[in-house]
């Protein structure tokens, strides 16, 4: 059972739009992670947060920005959307370090047209 | 640098018949492996977590095995059905960042066919 929910699955907008994607979960895990997949590539990390008030950019460069303000909350926000950033978000969670507890969301699947 | 190769990149059988996926990583210092589940336009799932000293663990018709000597592990799917077409993608974590970094692989795409 999914603990871990994105909104919307699916989103066409058009360039120049302000979008927000949302990630909540409900396990009460500290770290949360926004990742980027292209069709048939690796997922990229582009933002992570180690708890409230905590924020930072992960390995891929990303125009998108990431707010923390409630631990089961970490929106990913893209202030002018354009066509390359079109794209599979996935957001995911975990309890800590170790192996157990780490849950990826059904991600949102973004259109820039 | 490091890194987490599939192979093969896709894989077509025959519903009912066996198939194994290989994972090599240079990732180190090496914390865990794990093979995820991912159908297409959703998030991956987990299938199996290993680390340093378990060499195979089952989950249901799927058996992943490890070998850290040789820094290798494969996914082996017994019995295959249509609903196991999806991407499988191998996933390392190292133990040298409080992040618990996390290297994905390209994964690789099978189809089984009725």
């Known amino acids: 059972e999914a603990d871990i929910y994105q909104t919307p699955r699916y989103l066409v907008i058009g360039t120049g739009k302000k979008i927000t994607l949302e990630c909540s979960q409900t396990?009460?895990?500290?770290?949360m992670y926004w990742y980027q997949q292209d069709p048939g590539m690796e997922l990229h990390l582009i933002h992570y947060?180690?708890?409230?008030?905590?924020?930072e950019k992960g390995d891929l460069s990303s125009e998108s920005t990431v707010s923390r303000i409630r631990t089961e909350h970490f929106p990913l926000t893209l202030e002018s959307a354009r066509p390359s950033h079109t794209s599979q978000y996935l957001c995911a969670s975990s309890a800590g370090q170790g192996p157990i507890g780490y849950t990826f969301g059904s991600g949102t699947r973004l259109t820039v047209v | 640098k490091n890194q987490v190769e599939q192979s093969p990149q896709s894989l077509i059988i025959l519903e009912g018949k066996n198939c194994t996926l290989q994972?090599?990583?240079?990732?180190?210092?090496?914390?865990?492996l794990r093979w995820y589940k991912q159908d297409t336009g959703r998030g991956p799932v987990s299938l199996t977590i290993?680390?340093?000293?378990?060499n195979t663990k089952s989950n249901g018709r799927y058996t992943a095995t490890l070998d850290a000597d040789t820094k290798q592990s494969s996914l082996h799917i017994t019995a295959s059905q249509l609903s196991d077409s999806a991407s499988y993608i191998c996933?390392?974590?190292?133990?040298?960042?409080?992040?618990?970094?996390?290297?994905f692989g390209r994964g690789t795409q099978l189809t089984v066919w009725p």
């Open positions: 947060s180690y708890g409230v008030n905590s924020t």
């Open positions: 996933v390392v974590s190292d133990r040298g960042s409080t992040l618990g970094r996390l290297y």
């Open positions: 994972c090599n990583y240079t990732v180190s210092p090496f914390s865990n």
């Open positions: 396990m009460g895990h500290d770290k």
């Open positions: 290993m680390t340093f000293s378990e």
